[in-house]
């Protein structure tokens, strides 16, 4: 079956919610982002998912040059699609307008966009470290404790008009079922035009969980609002559920995304040394399980994206 033969995985390479503390194999600077990237390509992934960071603390930044510095970088030594985040993290308080100057200054092929408003939680992971390096990562952490990630419906029409103006898709980004409700509504008032895309975050604190029954329900819901030939889809398991969620999705005829942006570890007590690492791991499991990593080539033709030359980096 068609649909079960390719797979387009995507890896989030650094992400906002980890920080430096917390591993010493998560890229910081735009040229440690750049070359996870490409190893990460290299061992199977078509969709490289690119978050900032100030490159002397570590921590996450919505700056343009250090965005456009990583996805030149990127486009120099490979053909991945690349993904840039508007969620920003480190910006969760920040006005989706502001995080999503990104897109008119880069016009990516593919961006995120996070459809509906959540406290996006990581302040847990406050116990699980005693020492950090930067005083910005504990206070960082605790603030997510009472932070509003705002995206409005106001904040998704402004943004999906600017996104179809620079000929961005958007991946949208849906962490529990209300967001697929969200989704299918402004799919109807006209902002969204199918095929979608649509990626299924789950196991953030603030959002649906991880179990089995939680991506069915997801699925389901998308099925039925959307329908199944309107839309292609993807997973994220936050955490522990990475590779059970990802192997679930691959099952059911989906994609999958990893990456050090949604888990530290490969396997329990070990943390991964690169992002290559847990992409390998899931391309083993994909190819047992009869299903063949697109290239990146591939991947453009099946999300129907405008090309790498269409791009401003
Ligand atoms: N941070 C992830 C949990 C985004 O960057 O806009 C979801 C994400 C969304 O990657
Ligand atoms: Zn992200």
Not at 2 to 27: F, K, N, W
Not at 48 to 54: G, L
Not at 251 to 274: F, H, W
Not at 294 to 310: I, Q, S, V, Y
Request: proline share 5%; hydrophobic share 40%.
């Amino acid at each position: 079956m068609e649909e079960q033969d390719r797979i387009i995985i995507t890896c989030a390479v650094t992400g906002a919610i980890h920080t430096p503390s917390m591993s010493p194999y998560l890229p910081i600077t735009p040229e440690q982002i750049i070359e996870e990237s490409v190893k990460a390509v290299e061992a199977g992934a078509s969709i490289i998912h690119i978050h900032a960071r100030d490159p002397t603390n570590g921590r996450p930044t919505t700056d343009i040059n250090i965005f456009k510095k990583i996805c030149s970088g990127i486009k120099e030594r490979c053909g991945a699609v690349i993904c840039v985040t508007t969620g920003g993290g480190g910006t969760l308080g920040i006005p989706v307008v502001e995080r999503v100057k990104v897109v008119p200054a880069l016009k990516p092929e593919m961006a995120t966009l996070n459809m509906g408003s959540m406290n996006f939680s990581i302040h847990p992971l406050l116990k699980k470290y005693k020492n950090f390096k930067y005083d910005w990562e504990p206070e960082y952490l605790e603030m997510t404790k009472d932070i509003v990630f705002r995206n409005t419906f106001k904040d998704l029409e402004e943004a999906l008009r600017i996104f179809k103006e620079n000929g961005t898709k958007p991946e949208l980004e849906c962490y529990d079922v209300g967001h697929i409700y969200n989704t299918a509504f402004m799919l109807n008032e006209g902002f969204l035009e199918p095929p979608l895309r649509i990626q299924f975050v789950m196991g953030i604190l603030g959002g649906i969980g991880t179990s089995i029954e939680d991506l069915l329900f997801m699925k389901q819901t998308a099925d039925k609002l959307i329908g199944k030939e309107n839309y292609t889809w993807s997973v994220v398991g936050a955490g522990r559920s990475q590779f059970s969620l990802g192997t679930t999705a691959a099952i059911m005829g989906g994609d999958v995304r990893v990456g050090l942006e949604d888990a530290l570890y490969i396997e329990k007590g070990r943390l991964a040394k690169s992002n290559a690492e847990l992409v390998t791991k899931i391309v083993k499991i994909v190819k047992e399980l009869g299903r063949r990593p697109a290239t990146p080539d591939e991947a453009r033709e099946m999300l129907r994206l405008k090309g790498k030359n269409k791009v401003a980096f």
